[in-house]
């Protein structure tokens, strides 16, 4: 089986709108994430972006545009030299009670089954608590990242019981250590 790389997009990869992503001229890559975008590629990890697209159920854009908006996304990241091998989103409000919404584990669920992925053995980054409570559902290693909403969230699962994450400035210090522990993994696991 295969290890992963979970992304969240939004204040992980792009940056968090509070007024949603609802356009490509509103996606907005953050600065710096395109080298360790790069650098992820070079490995044999396999790489998701897995997102909560709420928008979409609140008819703030149409499920094309969200499709749109990350194909815009994944061919932007390969053509300045990255790699994406797979995108998953929930497109459900909170309200809607989905198995696919981040916190809940839908989307890695999917995403291992598709890729024959190894849980145990992949990571998460994301910018919120319900990124990392997915992650720690599944049994993935989570990173929070303090870019997007990452810094206020860091608060809030401080406060609470969580056990188990790591924190990184930024995707860039996130992917360092994920490449060192997936060589360390490799070489010893």
């Given amino acids: 089986m295969r290890s992963a790389i979970f992304l969240d997009r939004d204040g992980v990869i792009n940056e968090n709108r509070k007024d949603y992503v609802k356009s490509q001229a509103e996606f907005v890559f953050l600065p710096g994430v395109m080298e360790p975008l790069r650098q992820m590629a070079q490995t044999d990890l396999v790489i998701v972006v897995i997102t909560n697209q709420s928008a979409i159920g609140r008819g703030l854009i149409s499920l094309e545009e969200a499709e749109a908006i990350n194909r815009f996304m994944v061919e932007e990241i390969e053509r300045l030299g990255g790699?994406?091998?797979?995108?998953?989103y929930c497109p459900h409000r909170p309200d809607e009670d989905c198995d696919c919404?981040?916190?809940?584990?839908?989307?890695l669920l999917r995403a291992a089954q598709r890729f024959r992925l190894d849980l145990s053995r992949s990571y998460l980054v994301g910018d919120a608590l319900s990124d990392i409570a997915a992650g720690l559902t599944v049994g993935c290693k989570p990173i929070l990242v303090l870019t997007g909403r990452g810094k206020e969230q860091l608060v809030k699962i401080r406060a609470g019981e969580y056990n188990g994450y790591d924190v990184a400035a930024d995707l860039k210090e996130a992917v360092e250590w994920?490449?060192?522990?997936?060589r360390r993994q490799r070489l010893y696991g």
């Fill in 101 to 107: 919404r981040k916190p809940r584990p839908g989307l």
């Fill in 83 to 88: 790699r994406v091998d797979g995108v998953f």
């Fill in 178 to 182: 994920i490449v060192t522990d997936h």
